[in-house]
C-alpha cells in the first residue's frame, strides 16, 4: 500500500524517513500548532517551493541538464492564475482557466526551447534558458497595463480562500476555520499529490530512460532510446509543474509579481535548494527546499544577532550582515557540489555513487 | 637534404576559404533599419551607438569565447569579473578625481589608464585564482562546470557587496570624455568613440597573437585539438591558466568600460550584460574569436535600433535574432571545428 503510494522509492534511511515525516506532519498541523501568520506563511511557501523544487530536480538531478528558465516556468503559473481572476473575477473556473492558459504558454515555450537547443550540447541549453528567461522577465515588467509592471498584481481569490469566510462557527482545536486555513490546506494537498507524481514518474521506465540519459547520453541513444524526444519531454513535464507551483502561490500570496516568481534571485534559490537538498533524489528537493525557506527565515534572525555582538571587530559585522547570508549559502553550494554531489539526502543514506 | 626548393608552410597548408556571408549580416541590419528609422542623423548615432555597445561586449565575450574554446569550461562566474573589474577601477578613480575632474585629456586618460591597469591586473590574478579553486576540480564535467561556476558568480556577488557595499555608485566620467563632438546637427559622443578604439584594439590584438605568434599558434592548435599538443610536449595546462587569466582580465576591462558607459555600478552590473555575452557567443560560435566580434555588432544593433523602434521588445528582439542564426548555423555563425 505504502509501496503503491510512494511508487517503490522508500526514503532507505531511518534518519532521513523520520526527518520526511517530521517535515510532512510539521506542515499538516503548522496551522492548529504554531499561531500567527509567520508560520502558516512559512509553510506555505515551504509547500509551493517543494513542487518547484521537486520539478527542477526532474530536470538537473534526474536528467542531467541545466536549466535556467525554471523560474520564468512558476511565474508563467503565477501570472495565469493571478491575471486570469484580476481580469475576469474571483470564481473558480477562473483559476483552472488560468491554470490552462498557462499549462499551455508553458509547454509550448518549453517546446520551442527545447527544440531548439536541447539537440546541440547541455551548455547550449542552459545559456539558452538564461537569456530566454531573462528576456521573458523584462517583457512581463514592460508591458505594464497587463501585468502592473515592477508593482505586479494583487487580485482577489474566490469567496471560499478570502480570510474573512468561516466554514462553520466553531473552532477546531482552539483555531477558526477560515477561508485562510482552507487555502493553506488546498496548496498542502496539492503539493503532496504533485510530489506523489513526480514520485510516479521519476519511479517509471520512462524515468529510469531520463537517468540513463543522465549517465551517458551516447549509450542510451545507442539502446535506442530517442535522447531528444526523452529530454524535450522531461522539460515539458517539469515546466507543467512549475506552472502548477506558480498557481499554488498565486493563491497563496494573492498577488503575483516579479519578484516573487520570475526573477533570477529567484531562480538561484531554486538551484541552491536542489544540489544542497541532493541532486537525483526527490526526497532531497523536499529536504532542501524546507531547511533553504526555514534558513531563510531564521538564519537571517540569527546573523542579525551575531553581526549585532561582533560589533567593533573589523569586517566580522559586515559579512554577517542579515543580507549576507547567501553568501554562506553560496560557499555550502559551492561545497556541495564537490564534495557531496548527492547532498544531504547522500550524506543520509550513506551511499557512494556520485 | 634534398636540394629542391622547400615548400614553406603557407604553401603546404592549404589557405582556409574566409567566409564572407555573416559579415554582410550587420550591413544588411543597418540597411534595413535605415528607412525604418527614417531620419539620417538618428540612424547614424543610433548605429554608432551600436558600434560602442558591440565593442563593450565584445571585450567582454571574447575571454569567454576563448575560454570555452580552449578548455571546453563554460565560465557562468563571467559576470563576477565584470563587476569586480568595475568596483576596482571605481576605488581607483575616487583618489584620482583630481585627475579626472582637471581640464586636460592628457590627466584624465592618464587616471583611466591607471584604472584600466589595476582593474585588468586586479581581475586576472582573481581569474587565476578562480581558476585554481573553482574550475580546476571539474574540468571535462559540464553539469558540475555550471553549478560551480555558478556559486562563484554567487559568493563574489556576495563578497563585493561586503567590501564595497550594496549601494548604488556613481561612477563619472572624466571632463575630457564628456560631450560629444558635434559635425552639423550630428552628435558623436566623445566615450563611444573611445569605446570603439579600445574594441576595435583589443580585437587586432586578439587577432595578431593569435595568428602571428608562436603563442597563438598554440592556443589555436589547442582548441583544435589539446591532446595533440600536450603529446608535442608544452604544457597545455598552463596555457589553460593564461587564456584563463587573460579572458578574466578582459573582462575586466570590458566591466570598466561598460561601468563608464551606464554611469552607475551596483554589484549586479555583470549579470545584466552577461544576458547578452551569452547570446553574442552563441551567435558567433562557441570558441570563435571572429564570430564574438560579429555576434556583438549584431546584437548591439538590434538592441539599439530596436530599442529606438520599440523600445519594449530589445531584448526580446536578440532571442529572435539568436533564434534566426541558429536556424540558419545551428553552431553559430563561425562554428569551431571540434564541436
Redesign the interface.
Known sequence: MLGAILSGDFPRSRVLTVVLLAIFVGLAITPFAIPGAAAINTAAKICYFIVLVVSYDLL?GYT???SFAHAMFFGIGGYGVGLSLYALGPTWPVILLGLAIGLVVAIVLALLIGL??LR?????F???T???A??FA??AT??NEFTGGEDGRSFRVPEMLRPGYRLFDGEVFGTAITGRLLTYYLVFVSAVLLFLVALRIVNSPFGRVLQAIRENPMRAEALGYRVVYYRTMANCLAAAMAVCAGAMSALWLRYTGPDTTLS?AIM?DI??MV?IGGMGTMYGAVVGATLFIVAQNYLQRLMGIAAAATEGIP?LP??L?P??W??F???L??LS??FF?TGIIGKLRGSNKA | MTSAPATTASDAIPKVRLDLLPILLPVAIAAVAYPLVGNLTTWLTLTIAALAMGMMIFVIASGLTLVFGLMDV?N?GHGAFIAIGAYLAMTVLIPLSGWTQADSLALNLLALLLAVVVAAIGTGLLGWAFERV?VK??YGQ???Q???T???L??AE??I??IWG?DQKPMTLPTALRGAFTIGDFALEKFRLLAVAVGLAVFAGMMIVLNRTRLGLLIRAGVENSEMVEALGYRIRRLFVGVFMAGSALAGLGGVLWALYRETLTASIG?DV??LV??V??VGG?GSVGGCFLGAILVAMTANYVAFLA??????S??LL??AV?MWR??GLYPVAK?
Open positions: 538537473l542531467g541538464i541545466v531548439l537547443s546541440v550540447k547541455a551548455i547550449f542552459a545559456m539558452i538564461l537569456a530566454v531573462s528576456a523584462i517583457l514592460q508591458f533570477f538561484l538551484l541552491l544540489v569586517i559586515k559579512l550582515h543580507d549576507r547567501l553568501l549559502l553560496g560557499v553550494f559551492v557540489v564537490y554531489p | 563554460l557562468f573553482i576540480p571539474v559540464h553539469l558540475k555550471i553549478l560551480v555558478m556559486g562563484g554567487i559568493v556576495q563578497l557587496h561586503v550594496g549579470g552577461m544576458v551569452f547570446i557567443i552563441i562557441l523600445p519594449k521588445v530589445a531584448l526580446a536578440n532571442i539568436m533564434v541558429l545551428p553552431q564541436r
